[in-house]
């Protein structure tokens, strides 16, 4: 525009002037101005005759000049330089430079190398001006470069390094390689320098040494510490110890010291570790340490001599520390005492315990204790035993317990059988030693066995009416049955299997015939039955024995008959051998007839079925159509299938076939193909779900919809979840405002967090639970309690000094009256208690000498403010005394009376009756009404009860005792003798009792008392005397003798005398002790028993000792004889066991003592018994004597025997049954034996008598089982034997007997078999028959051969086959054992060919293929591996291959996949490695098969064998995840412009594209790039490949607010993919700071237009901080003039947690009483302070008041309106708002009442209307206020009439309405003027009717007249034209870069600094069209845009703004740089309508 318009002048000029080249000026391309243009015209027509040729000169830019040549460049600016007239005055003079690469200059010298591109550099005007400083580069060669220094060594090669343009530029780093002794390199700690430091190379700077390169490691290095060795400690100056070149050469011996706690040392025994061993140092090794340096000697050291005698050494004497020797020990640290400690013995009556010496006391003897040491025994004196019982021998040694209650007859005494309470029962007969025998504790424990012996019968009886009769004929009985007891019965004799009964004695059966067991013999005869063999057996020997297998015989053959035979079976057609049977072949096979069944097992042909067969029954069928199957189905085997294809996941079935379902359906696997069509269930989104490419997708957060959206259809949307009423959003959900907070309905869910508005209390409010509540009656608060916060308090008013409360306000009390300070005014009312007074009550008591006591009581009239103490004492405490010596009342216990106890001193003197004062002392009390009041003291009288006397108590019932027990009685005198009294004590018996002391005295002394004081009564003890006879309880007499004293009062006295009684301990009685063990034996063992008696006798005892049981032992001697001198002189007696040669175990008997004398006592009495045990030396047993081969013959020639005996004598007959295992070769004779305890010993020989038979059977063998033993002696009865074995020696014709010669069997498996070869008759000569196998692979006889020799013929030679393992599964295998052809010179035998032995091994060889494991196996794709052994179960025939296959080779893969087998190798066990495969996707853990088509072999038992499938499980390792990477240093922008980063990257493949959404959750802090991040899922490489990390960018945002540093998240959208396992993957936010670029500040709000009245109006402003500070921040205020206003506080300090909470300073008027108009004063900020140095000496601004003068003519009423925001435009609705919020700063009286009107306005601009008239009515009486009132406050003049309101008069006032200023100009816009100026006087100048107007107010310009100038008027025109043009186009710029003057919110016009505008009066014309008003609106700071609630409008009349929703609540600053805060600014907008932020 501009440059058009110097065009449009210079037109204008040049039509004014004529054309110049000067004026063209338009030279082209390649063209200067020349030179001198002013004066080059051009011609005279405008703008024709100009050109270049006319104006201009070629310049080096022409086109026409061809340009430099090689070695020259453009000289600079080459349009500037001017050549001539035309193109060819150009040459390389003028136009250009030489380059370096000009071939005129001669190049480089030595120490310099070319620059790299040399045409690029001038040099100058010619070649000569090239130089090496300009064209080259200094090399490190070059002279000028002084080399490397010291630590640096040349780099090879220095010519060929560039350096720079000159020599300086060579630097260490560009010529030198650093070396290790280089200065800037020190090795690092725990290193020291190489020794050849200076010879080791670095790199190419001192960066490049290390400690590896240049430093040995040292022992201070932190990779070593001596802490990793037990027991080390480093040694000193470790970083001076080398260890070598790594931390590894550190060593524990290099480095280390031993302590005393390492491992290779120990302290020895006695010595235990001291406690800080690991700190204490032995040397270099563990071998420095000892057990002086490191143990301390404990109690078990064997340098302590032990614990001394009385002592036992403590249970932890290991453990016990002495001190560092052995030394320190001592019995104090070490020992415990014991029972038996010299300094402990147990009283009288009690005996020490048995193991006194292990019992410990304590510590010392003075711990040990009867209950510890002591037991009382049965020989205590108080405890007899009753009638029917006799007293235990051993009493004394018997142990009752604790005491002597403790004995009781049970416990000392014992029962005899001879008790007159018992009896024996009928059938029995007391035992003869009954007065012997001791029964128990009591005769109840007498028993019939104990006490009786029954009567016995002998063998076969029975008994019968208790009578012993015989047994019947056939029946037995053992002997010893009671007749006592009921009847018993014989046992009848039954006679054994194959026994028969003849007259009534059992019989053998002949041989084939049986009998079944139990015949009675008892009954009569009974015969045996012929053995008939059942199907399938024959007789052979008389026996049936079963056919061999395979062949048959029908049943019936006579076992008593010839032998009989078997005929073998021959199998059918479809018939197989097994086990020797004919089995029908199985279903499936056949088989041709005529298998023997005597021979192998035979097998049938199985059926094989072809492909696309099946078995079904046994039988080959077609497979179904759509199904198929492999061959080589056996039909033998079960039914098998066809394999059906079954559908996939998400398939169907259409026509047999599986297809995909359709997109947004689903079926499950497992459909069949075969069968019919299958649909897909069409996918119903859940709740909360929608469709998003036919897939159910989650709703985004803060979105919901409802369930079944299908997903085959469209892409559905979900809805946004609109939070309720007092509701905010948190976390895309909606969440209830916390306590206290509020907000309003609407806030969507799906946006970013919202926050709820804090309810502020006001004056005289608390929070309670969250909710603001008025204070309570008599308590205030301040206002502004948050009610978000926790609960608050009212200050309680309290009462001072002698107020009460009376509802809830303080009053004084009345006269006579007070109170304490304090009361409660938020209380119930209190009252005022009457004056300090103290009342005292009784005045007159009486006491006792004897204890008679009275009370008084103390009262306070009235509360005491503090404590009251009243001292208490009497005036004679010889007679009476107080219970206190004081008194204490508090306010708490005032009111109750005190009392006090006065009690009578007994002074044993007989003084008669005596007063005294209780003396009340003077209060004292910090209670000045109460203090020093004097109470009424308390007379007293003491009764006297003093008589004179002597007592003794008691003087009867004294108990003593011969065991040392002792009784006590006391003496004492009953008043005080003037003189000693003397009482002499005596005994009438002292051989009973004695007495101690024997004399007593008493002393006059008044105190103290002591021993023999008048007072102390005296104790006597009377001990009881042992006399040791038994004399009984003897009573005896205490003489007390009459006093003696010389005060005739007490002289001759005669005190009673006391009656006591000695217990007897004596009792008569005989102790046995046993002197060794209790145990006899048969073998002669003795025992040594001591006898005494235990009391002495007046006349000598004979004590007769005796055994129950003479069979078991014998005593001697048998009496002893004791006399009063040797009673108690033990005498001993040997018990020795007798043998009695019966086996009956160890028997016990009893040893008693009776005793003989003329001494009743000891008369014929049996006093105890002692139990011993004779120990059994006899065995039952059965002794069993014979030749050790008994042979009988058939002819009975040879008849051998043998003989039976018994080892002990029986206690009962034992009969001996002797039974043949073959009674067809030898018979016993007898055929039992018979042995009683008389003839036991003496052996019954038996003979072996040989039966005759009709076989060669040669020499058999058979046994004779002896027993087992019947007796009723159970130590015989049933004892086995051993059976005898025997031979019977045929007598029939020669040959030789193979048996068997079939039927037997050996198996691979070792199984043996075994046949016998004997003869038939004795040879001539030896003979040999050879043993041969007719297949040695398969079976070998154990011997080659057999010889029988002429002398042993009879042998029987046992020839065992053993199996031979082939390893082959061939079947069960016949052959042959061949016997040969005798070979002997006896003619009879020698043409004798025995029979051959056929049997078959077993085979016991499968063929399979055994793999293991199958199941259980797990790879990974980390390549971990898995392994299989296969192995064959026998050798193949030929070899065996076997493939495996993986199932899926993407998760495995199998080394080697075959495996063969070879017949010579095939035990070998093969190994199939299978290792995981790596994918990138994650897949899970995946589950394939290793499988085998089957083995491929010629062996037709391998061929096809199925393998095992084995299954395996590759595991998974990777997870579908998202690694997010914040920037390490932290994601932090700035509002600056800072940006940082995030990387994010797929953790896995996936098998579709990731999309992941990426966006900041406050944009006005900081925004991303990208805002999609998307990953393909491709294998190809590329920028958007999910393995390659993708970067956001997050750019900080300036806001130009002093938010401080604000926090936000870089938040992730749910990821959208086709691959589930990433899609709505959560991604967790990324924490982002923006840095505030603003200074902290303290903002104060308002500073300006605060109005008060000196009638006490106020005004409030507030304080907060910008920025949390670090520390408290305290700011001071002042008031300027103090006599005009006060503040309500004079600092206000925030901390940490509240720096964002308003504080509110009120400023109140002060009344001055003066007439001195408004005062303008300040409130002064001073410089706060605090520790957080952004806040200390910040400066807050000063805030400017007006005091309204109230002391004029005519009184003002201040009236402050608070008008809200957000009011409609109604005039009706704006006066109900306006109500609301108008606060009348005095309280409208009670009758009146207030109303607003509206005045006229203009509703059409949407302001809130701040013109209100406010009327004031009072009944019958109005009062007028002013027409207008405009601003937050004005004046209120009244009206005529005088009217009184709250105490102020407004005065009557005769003029018109005044107070109310009218408009002046300066309130009209001055950019409203077009002037651009307001009048001069506009601050006076009062607009018409306070409507300003343009004309009013604004100045106009007067026109200025034409310049003369001689220019043309057109030309005027045409400059006027142009500047129009101008205009026109500066406004539309300007109109494109403000754009709309209302601020948009999506394009916020920029807010400029200003102060803020000033009211704006309004249009009260309502006839005009509305003018835009103007108002403010604020960029603002803390006090106007809080946190929480955004900012607000300056100029409230024309501007509403709402708090701006959404906005993050921060009441926090991040660290970061001191905030620089701007001032407020203010932009004016101009609207029309309500704004909202």
């Not at 003897?1034 to 006295?1053: K, Q, R």
């Not at 235990?1094 to 049981?1109: I, T, W």
């Not at 899609?1623 to 200074?1639: L, M, P, Y």
């Not at 005095?1786 to 701040?1810: F, L, M, N």
């Amino acid at each position: 525009m501009i440059k058009s318009f110097v065009v449009l002048l210079a037109i204008v000029v040049s039509l004014v002037e004529g054309q110049t080249c000067n004026a063209w000026n338009t030279c082209g391309t390649g063209f200067s101005l020349k030179a001198g243009s002013v004066g080059i015209p051009c011609g005279a027509a405008p703008l024709v005759a100009c050109s270049d040729a006319v104006c201009c000169d070629a310049t080096c830019d022409n086109a026409g000049w061809a340009g430099c040549g090689v070695g020259f460049t453009d000289r600079a600016a080459s349009n500037t330089i001017v050549c001539g007239a035309g193109a060819v005055s150009c040459s390389t003079a003028i136009c250009c430079l030489v380059t370096c690469d000009n071939g005129l200059w001669p190049g480089c010298t030595a120490g310099f190398l070319p620059k790299p591109v040399l045409d690029g550099i001038t040099c100058g005007a010619t070649a000569a001006s090239c130089s090496t400083t300009t064209c080259c580069d200094v090399t490190c060669d070059n002279s000028g470069w002084a080399g490397c220094t010291t630590g640096y060594r040349d780099k090879a090669a220095p010519a060929g390094i560039r350096c720079g343009g000159t020599a300086a530029a060579c630097t260490f780093t560009t010529c030198c390689d650093a070396m290790c002794n280089n200065a800037a390199f020190n090795c690092p700690v725990g290193f020291t320098a190489k020794v050849n430091q200076a010879s080791l190379l670095c790199g190419l700077t001192t960066a490049s040494c290390s400690a590896g390169t240049c430093c040995d490691a040292t022992c201070d290095h932190t990779g070593f510490s001596c802490l990793n060795f037990i027991g080390a400690v480093a040694k000193a100056g470790q970083s001076s110890i080398r260890c070598g070149a790594a931390v590894t050469s550190c060593t524990q011996n290099t480095c280390c010291d031993a302590t005393c706690s390492n491992p290779a040392f120990a302290c020895t025994t006695g010595f235990v570790a001291r406690g800080n061993q690991a700190a204490i140092t032995c040397g270099a090794t563990a071998a420095s340490c000892t057990n002086a340096g490191c143990c301390d000697a404990t109690c078990v050291n064997g340098g302590w001599a032990s614990c001394s005698a009385g002592n036992v050494a403590k249970v932890n004497m290991a453990t016990l520390r002495c001190g560092a020797t052995a030394a320190a020990c001592t019995d104090a640290i070490c020992c415990d005492a014991t029972c038996a400690n010299t300094g402990y013995t147990c009283p009288t009556g009690y005996n020490p315990k048995a193991n006194q010496n292990s019992i410990r006391c304590g510590a010392t003897a003075a711990s040990c204790n009867p209950a510890i040491c002591c037991d009382t025994t049965c020989d205590n004196a108080l405890f007899s035993c009753g009638g029917g019982y006799v007293a235990k021998p051993n009493q004394n040694n018997i142990i009752c317990g604790p005491t002597p209650a403790s004995c009781s007859s049970n416990t000392c005494c014992d029962a005899t059988c001879n008790n007159a309470l018992f009896t024996c029962p009928v059938g029995w007969q007391a035992k003869s030693s009954n007065s012997l025998i001791l029964c128990g504790a009591t005769a109840a424990t007498c028993t019939t066995n104990l006490c009786c012996d029954p009567t016995l019968c002998g063998a076969n009886q029975r008994v019968l009416n208790h009578a012993c009769v015989a047994c019947p004929a056939g029946s037995t009985n053992v002997p010893t049955d009671s007749a006592a007891g009921a009847d018993t019965n014989c046992d009848p004799t039954l006679c054994g299997t194959n026994e028969y009964v003849a007259s009534h004695t059992c019989r053998q059966c002949a041989a084939g015939s049986t009998n079944m067991q139990d015949d009675d013999a008892t009954g009569p005869d009974t015969f045996c039955d012929t053995t008939l063999c059942l199907i399938n057996e024959r007789v052979q020997n008389n026996l049936c024995v079963q056919c061999l297998a395979g062949s048959t015989n029908a049943a019936g053959d006579p076992a008593t008959g010839s032998d009989t035979f078997c005929e073998d079976t021959l199998c059918g057609v479809d018939e197989r051998v097994i086990n020797h049977a004919c089995a029908t072949c199985a279903a499936g096979s056949t088989n041709t007839a005529n298998d023997n069944a005597a021979g192998p097992n035979t097998f049938c042909d199985p059926t094989a079925c072809g492909t696309n067969q099946r078995v079904e029954s046994n039988a080959c069928v077609a497979c179904p159509l759509g199904m198929t199957n492999l061959a080589g189905d056996l039909a033998t085997g079960v039914n098998t299938v066809c394999d059906t294809v079954i559908c996939g996941a998400n398939q169907r079935v259409v026509n047999n076939q599986c297809l995909q379902c359709p997109l947004g359906s689903t079926n499950i696997a497992g459909d069949q193909a075969s069968g019919s069509d299958t649909f897909c269930d069409p996918t119903l989104c859940g709740t909360n779900q929608r469709v998003f490419n036919h897939a159910c997708a989650a709703c985004p957060a803060g979105t919901v919809n409802t369930a079944n959206d299908p997903a085959s259809g469209p892409d559905t949307l979900c809805n946004a979840i609109l939070c309720a009423s007092n509701q905010r959003v948190l976390s895309n959900a909606c969440a209830a405002c916390p306590p206290g907070s509020t907000n309003a309905p609407g806030d969507s869910a799906n946006g970013p967090d919202t926050t709820c508005d804090h309810t502020i209390c006001t004056t005289n409010q608390r929070v309670l639970n969250h909710v603001c509540l008025t204070c309570p009656s008599g308590s205030t608060n301040l206002p502004a309690d948050d009610a978000a916060g926790p609960d608050t308090y009212c200050d309680v008013t309290y009462c001072e000094r002698n107020q009460k409360v009376q509802n809830h306000q303080c009053i004084p009390c009345a006269n006579s009256f007070r109170n304490a300070p304090g009361d409660d005014a938020t209380g119930p009312d209190t009252s005022c208690s009457r004056a300090a007074s103290v009342t005292v009550t009784p005045t007159g008591l009486m006491t006792s000498e004897a204890g008679l006591v009275d009370t008084f009581t103390i009262t306070l009239e009235s509360e005491p403010f503090q404590d009251v103490t009243i001292p208490i004492h009497s005036s004679d405490t010889g007679e009476g005394v107080v219970s206190v010596a004081s008194v204490t009342f508090t306010s708490s216990n005032w009111g109750a009376p005190q009392t006090i106890t006065v009690t009578g001193v007994q002074d044993a003197t007989d003084d008669g009756d005596v007063t005294y004062t209780i003396i009340m002392g003077r209060v004292v009390s910090a209670d000045t009404d109460y203090n020093g009041l004097d109470p009424t003291n308390v007379l007293v009288t003491n009764i006297d009860d003093d008589t004179i006397g002597v007592s003794v108590a008691p003087i009867t019932d004294i108990i003593t005792s011969e065991a040392g027990g002792v009784g006590v009685f006391t003496v004492a005198l009953h008043t005080q003798p003037t003189a000693d009294v003397t009482i002499n004590l005596q005994s009438t018996d002292e051989t009973e009792g004695t007495i101690s002391p024997s004399q007593l005295v008493f002393s006059p002394g008044s105190s103290p008392l002591g021993q023999g004081h008048w007072g102390a009564p005296q104790l006597v003890t009377v001990s009881g005397v042992d006399d040791m006879v038994k004399d009984g309880d003897i009573i005896f007499t205490v003489v007390t003798s009459p006093t003696i004293s010389v005060d005739p009062l007490y002289n001759g006295i005669n005190p009673p005398d006391v009656s006591a009684k000695n217990l007897d301990n004596d009792v008569a009685g005989v102790r046995m002790i046993p002197l060794t063990s209790l145990i006899t034996s048969e073998s002669g063992d003795t025992a040594l028993v001591s006898v005494e008696l235990l009391s002495q006798p007046a006349l000598s005892v004979m004590v007769n000792v005796g055994a129950s049981d003479i069979t078991e032992a014998s005593l001697s001697p048998a009496s002893m004889t004791f006399t009063p001198a040797n009673w108690n002189t033990p005498q001993t007696f040997t018990v020795t066991g007798v043998d009695d040669n019966v086996a009956d175990g160890d028997v016990s008997y009893n040893v008693t003592a009776t005793t003989q004398s003329s001494e009743s006592s000891y008369s014929g009495v049996v006093w105890m018994a002692r139990t011993l045990i004779n120990a059994d030396n006899d065995v039952a047993g059965i002794v069993v004597t014979s030749d050790p081969m008994l042979v009988t013959a058939e002819n009975n020639s040879l008849t051998p025997s043998f003989s039976l005996t018994l080892k002990s004598a029986p206690i009962s007959t034992v009969v001996i049954p002797l039974v043949s295992t073959d009674t067809t070769e030898g018979l016993p004779q007898p055929n039992s034996v018979q042995f009683t305890a008389a003839n036991w010993n003496i052996p019954v020989v038996v003979n072996i008598i040989g039966v005759q038979d009709s076989i060669t059977d040669g020499l058999t063998n058979f046994a004779i089982n002896i027993g087992p033993a019947q007796s009723a002696d159970d130590k015989y009865d049933a004892l086995p034997v051993p059976p005898v074995t025997a031979y019977c020696a045929d007598d029939d014709e020669a040959g030789v007997i193979v048996s068997p010669t079939s039927g037997i069997n050996t198996s691979e498996a070792g199984v043996t078999a075994w046949f016998t070869i004997r003869l038939g008759s004795q040879p001539t000569h030896d003979l040999t028959i050879g043993l041969t196998s007719s297949d040695h692979t398969e079976g070998e006889p154990n011997v080659p051969q057999v010889v029988f020799q002429e002398s042993n013929w009879q042998h029987i030679h046992t020839v065992t086959v053993k199996g031979v393992q082939d390893r082959i599964a061939d079947d069960d295998i016949m052959y042959d054992i061949i016997t040969s052809q005798v070979s002997t010179l006896d003619p009879v035998y020698s043409n004798i060919d025995p029979p051959n032995v056929r049997l078959y091994n077993i085979n016991d060889d499968v063929a399979s293929i055994v793999v293991t494991p199958t199941q259980g196996l797990r790879t990974s794709e980390t390549g971990s591996k898995a392994y299989v052994n296969v192995s064959l179960t026998s050798q193949p025939t030929a070899n065996v291959v076997i493939r495996f296959f993986s199932s899926d080779t993407s998760e495995g893969r199998l080394d080697p996949p075959e495996v063969t087998f070879t017949p010579g190798s095939w035990e070998d066990v093969r190994t199939v490695t299978i290792t995981g495969v790596q994918d990138a996707v994650d897949d899970g853990d995946m589950v394939f098969k290793v499988t085998s088509s089957g083995a491929i072999s010629t062996d037709p038992r391998y061929s096809m064998l199925a393998v095992p499938e084995i299954t395996v499980l590759n595991a998974e390792d990777d997870v579908a995840g998202i690694t997010v990477t914040p920037n390490p240093a932290g994601v932090f922008t700035s509002e600056t412009g800072n940006t940082s980063f995030i990387t994010v990257v797929l953790n896995t493949q996936p098998t579709g594209d990731v999309t992941i959404p990426v966006s900041s959750s406050d944009v006005s802090e900081g925004v991303v790039s990208p805002s999609t991040l998307l990953f393909t899922s491709g294998a190809a490489m590329g920028i958007n490949h999910w393995g390659i990390p993708q970067t956001i960018l997050v750019t900080g945002v300036d806001d130009t607010e002093a938010d401080g540093n604000i926090p936000y998240l870089i938040n992730f959208g749910a990821v959208m993919s086709t691959d589930a396992r990433y899609a709505n993957q959560r991604i967790a936010s990324v924490s982002a700071w923006n840095t505030d670029d603003d200074e902290a500040k303290v903002v104060v709000n308002p500073t300006t237009g605060h109005t008060i009245g000196e009638s006490g109006l106020f005004s409030t402003f507030t304080v907060v901080l910008s920025a949390q500070p670090t520390q408290p921040v305290s700011c001071g205020m002042s008031v300027s003039d103090q006599t005009e206003a006060t503040l309500s506080a004079t600092k206000v300090t925030f901390g940490t947690s509240d720096w964002s909470v308003l504080q509110t300073v009120t400023i109140t008027g002060v009344d001055d009483n003066i007439l001195d108009d408004d005062v303008q004063l300040s409130v002064v900020m001073a410089p706060c302070v605090s520790a957080d140095f952004r806040f200390n000496n910040v400066d807050p601004p000063d805030v400017q008041v007006t005091n309204i003068d109230m002391d004029s003519s005519g009184a003002y009423l201040l009236v402050t309106l608070s008008l809200p925001t957000g009011i409609a435009t109604t005039e009706d609705a704006l006066c109900k708002a306006t109500m609301s919020d108008v606060s009348l700063l005095w309280s409208v009286p009670q009758g009146y009442i207030t109303k607003c009107r509206v005045a006229p306005s203009s509703p059409q601009e949407g302001t809130t209307h701040d013109v209100v008239t406010f009327e004031i009515h009072q009944i019958g009486n109005k009062l007028t206020a002013c027409e207008t009132l405009r601003g937050l406050s004005d004046k209120i003049r009244a009206a005529p009439n005088q009217v009184t309101i709250a105490g102020r008069t407004l005065q009557e006032s005769t003029a018109t309405v005044v107070g109310c200023s009218n408009v002046k100009c300066t309130a009209f816009g001055v950019n409203q003027c077009s002037s651009n100026t307001l009048v001069d006087d506009a601050a006076t100048k009062d607009c018409l009717n306070n409507v300003c107007t343009a004309a009013t107010c604004c100045k106009t310009q007067s026109p200025s007249s034409d310049d003369d100038d001689g220019i043309p008027w057109w030309v005027w025109l045409v400059v006027a034209l142009a500047a129009l043009c101008c205009f026109l186009v500066v406004a539309f710029l300007l109109f494109k870069m403000c754009g709309s003057n209302t601020p948009a919110e999506n394009n916020p016009a920029p807010l400029r600094e200003e102060e803020p505008s000033k009211e704006v009066p309004l249009l009260e014309d309502e006839g005009r069209a509305s003018t835009k008003v103007p108002y403010s609106l604020y960029k603002h700071e803390p006090e106007y845009s809080h946190p929480r609630y955004g900012p607000s409008i300056h100029n409230r009349a024309e501007g509403l703004i709402t708090p701006r929703p959404n906005r993050p609540s921060h009441s926090f600053a991040p660290p970061g740089p001191p905030r620089d805060y701007a001032n407020p600014l203010s932009e004016t907008y101009y609207s029309a309508q309500p704004i909202a932020y």
